[in-house]
């Protein structure tokens, strides 16, 4: 029997990260989180002084990740890399940027694919990044690409980090978000685009209660 997959792609902010956790709780699927997978990856070479531009140690390191997750007495997630608690460090934004330019290596990508095609197990996944529909599920039973407007994904992100405690303007965001777009699109490998076969979905405007039952429908559609 195939496991349904679904898979949920978009730019930083889009809303994937918490739409794709309501779905995943919805239906009682496991969840991928794949860009937390990519972050890992660049704290683990800021942790062992490997450079962004040494591909083969940074690849070795993504297939390597010592990754533990748990919740702490409020239920809320925590993730472990290599015995040291980085659940804040995960993220911020510089993280993110350093995240974007390991995910421009192949090899890199390469390595984190075996580790991503491991979640796909009963009763199905909800996978969220930017190439899911692209590379990493290409045979989903349903794609989605998630999008908002660049100004709304910036207040969205601006907000979430205030909320965590974390201080960053708004202005240095939205800087932060472009580029890191313009460098997801950009990339020769596995670039940020809508898979042919993937639903577009504009979460402008919408609350997240919305989205995902927009979502919902359509897997009810399956
Ligand atoms: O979704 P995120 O902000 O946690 O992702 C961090 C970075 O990782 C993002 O800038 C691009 C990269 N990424 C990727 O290239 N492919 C994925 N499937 C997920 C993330």
New binding site residues.
């Given amino acids: 029997m195939t496991v349904p997959v679904i898979a949920i792609?978009g730019p930083?902010g889009s809303g994937?990260?918490t739409i794709a956790r309501r779905v995943a709780e919805a239906l009682g699927y496991h969840l991928l989180?794949?860009?937390?997978?990519?972050?890992l990856t660049a704290i683990a070479a800021k942790n062992n002084g490997v450079s962004l531009d040494d591909e083969t140690r940074l690849a070795k390191l993504a297939a390597d990740l010592d990754i533990q997750f748990d919740s702490n007495d409020e239920g809320s997630e925590r993730i472990w890399l290599a015995g040291e608690d980085v659940t804040l460090e995960v993220r911020k934004e510089s993280t993110?940027t350093g995240?974007?330019a390991v995910?421009a290596i192949p090899k890199v990508?390469e390595a984190l694919l075996v580790r991503q095609r491991a979640f796909e197990k009963a009763p199905g996944l909800v996978a969220?990044?930017?190439?899911?529909g692209t590379h990493?599920f290409t045979s989903a039973a349903l794609k989605i690409f998630l999008t908002a407007s660049a100004g709304e994904r910036a207040r969205r992100r601006h907000k979430q980090l205030n909320d965590k405690g974390i201080d960053v303007s708004l202005a240095a965001l939205s800087r932060d978000i472009e580029d890191?777009d313009r460098?997801?699109s950009e990339r020769s490998v596995?670039p940020?685009k809508p898979a042919k076969d993937a639903r577009i979905l504009d979460s402008s405007g919408k609350s997240i209660e919305a989205v995902t039952q927009t979502v919902l429908d359509w897997v009810a559609e399956l």
């Avoid at 989180?33 to 972050?39: K, P």
């Avoid at 969220?128 to 899911?132: A, H, N, P, V, Y």
């Fill in positions: 792609d930083s994937k990260g989180d794949s860009g937390a997978l990519y972050r993110g995240a974007s995910a990508r969220d990044g930017r190439d899911m990493v890191r460098r997801d596995a940020l």
